[in-house]
T-cell receptor, first 114, second 114 residues
Framework: DAGVTQSPTHLIKTRGQHVTLRCSPI?????VSWYQQVLGQGPQFIFQ???????GRGNFPDRFSARQFPNYSSELNVNALLLGDSALYLC?????????????FGPGTRLTVL | AQSVTQLDSQVPVFEEAPVELRCNYS??????LFWYVQYPNQGLQLLLK??????LVKGINGFEAEFNKSQTSFHLRKPSVHISDTAEYFC????????????FGAGTRLFVKA
């Protein structure tokens, strides 16, 4: 079975631009979470979606938004990019929404903002 | 608010020696605890988790961890490390509040020397 897939793998943008990152969960998983991992730090929780509804949100500005589609894939959108948005963006899927569920992580999208 | 502290940013150790990676957390409610490993340029992989029951948890690749509620710790151990264990290790905490938010520590870089 395929694991969590993310696209693109790498992305270079300039300040002020908009970016869309995509994630496909493991087949049968209904929950998708997004994390930002700045170099040298642990992942920071951005969003969790379950059955197309937002179930959790971290301390990120409104420039960050996400959605989940009927096939459970997800998009993370970031508007008005800042240099500080440069990071590895990780998507994780889990079978259900509860915080006890094991999360399966994708390889990430490396975003560089110039 | 919950938080996670990984007490060592880097741990160098010789091959076949034992290792302990330390993790402390703070939370006012019941928690679920996780250890993840991240190899270079990859996503995170679950090593083990504590949800309830026995405080000694065994995971993959010979790792184990012990939950100590009184000391709010969840230290990771391996009796004999291999070169291939060189990676970044993250401790993570989720609160049992019905919501969904996983907090990760800053990570510990384990470097196994020949």
């Amino acid at each position: 079975d395929a694991g969590v897939t993310q696209s693109p793998t790498h992305l270079i943008k300039t300040r002020g631009q908009h970016v869309t990152l995509r994630c496909s969960p493991i087949s049968g998983h209904k929950s998708v979470s997004w994390y930002q991992q700045v170099l040298g730090q642990g992942p920071q929780f951005i969003f969790q979606y379950y059955e197309k509804e937002e179930r959790g949100r971290g301390n990120f500005p409104d420039r960050f938004s996400a959605r989940q589609f009927p096939n459970y894939s997800s998009e993370l959108n970031v508007n008005a990019l800042l240099l500080g948005d440069s990071a590895l963006y990780l998507c994780a899927s889990s079978l259900l929404a509860g915080s006890y569920n094991e999360q399966f992580f994708g390889p990430g999208t490396r975003l560089t903002v110039l | 608010a919950q938080s996670v502290t990984q007490l060592d940013s880097q741990v160098p150790v010789f091959e076949e020696a034992p290792v302990e990676l330390r993790c402390n957390y703070s939370s006012s409610v019941s928690v679920y605890l996780f250890w993840y490993v991240q190899y270079p340029n990859q996503g995170l992989q679950l090593l083990l988790k504590y949800l309830s029951g026995s405080t000694l948890v065994k995971g993959i690749n010979g790792f184990e961890a012990e939950f100590n509620k009184s000391q709010t710790s969840f230290h990771l151990r391996k009796p004999s490390v291999h070169i291939s264990d060189t990676a970044e290790y993250f401790c993570a905490v989720s609160e049992d509040t019905g919501g969904f938010k996983t907090i990760f520590g800053a990570g510990t870089r384990l470097f196994v020397k020949a």
